[in-house]
Nanobody, 123 residues
Framework: QVQLVESGGGLVQAGGSLRLSCAAS????????MGWFRQAPGLKREFVGA?????????YYADSVKGRFTISRDNAKNTVYLQMNSLKPEDTALYYC???????????????WGQGTQVTVSS
């Protein structure tokens, strides 16, 4: 049974930083691309970014977070991270960790989803 468990969310002031973690189990972690989506109240879920499988040498980001967010992975720990810097109030959302065999920004393509962790950025 595949499980993705996010942690690290919380309340932060605008301009601050947070690092989200996602611990994966029940899958061969290194063979999966890992990503993050987010959903703000009343809005559609949106792609944040993803990192490719194996070494994670390539990562892709939504324009809205490019240059501020960084995704990394530690295959030895079966964990993917989302480092979020220069946070803005519009980054407030429930952040979901996802896993798939390949990198894509398409929500429907992801095989596995976590339960989400809340990030709230105050102005």
């Amino acid at each position: 049974q595949v499980q993705l468990v996010e942690s690290g969310g919380g309340l932060v002031q605008a301009g601050g930083s947070l690092r989200l973690s996602c611990a994966a189990s029940g899958l061969t972690f290194s063979t999966y691309a890992m990503g993050w989506f987010r959903q703000a109240p009343g809005l559609k879920r949106e792609f944040v970014g993803a990192i490719d499988r194996w070494s994670g040498s390539d990562a892709y980001y939504a324009d809205s977070v490019k240059g501020r967010f960084t995704i990394s992975r530690d295959n030895a720990k079966n964990t993917v991270y989302l480092q979020m810097n220069s946070l803005k109030p519009e980054d407030t959302a429930l952040y979901y960790c996802v896993a798939n065999r390949y990198v894509t920004a398409s929500e429907g393509a992801y095989d596995y989803w976590g339960q989400g962790t809340q990030v709230t950025v105050s102005s």
